[in-house]
Nanobody, 128 residues
Framework: QVQLVESGGGLVQAGGSLRISCTASGRSFSTYTMGWFRQAPGKEREFVAAISWSGGSTYYADSVKGRFTISRDDAKKTVYLQMNRLKPEDTAVYYC?????????????????????WGQGTQVTVSS
């Protein structure tokens, strides 16, 4: 069993930066595809970014491409999301997910149902 715990959320002004983290328990973290999703009030959970088990491949939603960077540190069992040039529309609860399937295909990694484990979420609020 794997548990994921997000941290680092908070309130930031538009144009600012924030780094959120997701730390895992369990021994298989290094073999998982890891993804970040977000959910705003009244909206469905949407894909933000994903990173392959090796860290060699990443993929981003168009809305965050060029502003957000996903990375992982397997020694710390942690995946990060560096968010720059934040916008009010980035306001949401951010969730990390772990997918035991090592296949890194867009149709799979962008779908919430592909992920086996989820954290409890961390709130990110961007003020205008």
């Amino acid at each position: 069993q794997v548990q994921l715990v997000e941290s680092g959320g908070g309130l930031v002004q538009a144009g600012g930066s924030l780094r959120i983290s997701c730390t895992a328990s369990g021994r298989s973290f290094s073999t998982y595809t890891m993804g970040w999703f977000r959910q705003a009030p009244g909206k469905e959970r949407e894909f933000v970014a994903a990173i392959s088990w090796s860290g060699g491949s990443t993929y981003y939603a168009d809305s965050v491409k060029g502003r957000f960077t996903i990375s992982r540190d397997d020694a710390k069992k942690t995946v990060y999301l560096q968010m720059n040039r934040l916008k009010p529309e980035d306001t949401a609860v951010y969730y990390c997910g772990g997918d035991r399937n090592p296949t890194f295909q867009v149709v799979i990694i962008t779908r919430p149902s592909s992920y086996d484990y989820w954290g409890q979420g961390t709130q990110v609020t961007v003020s205008s």
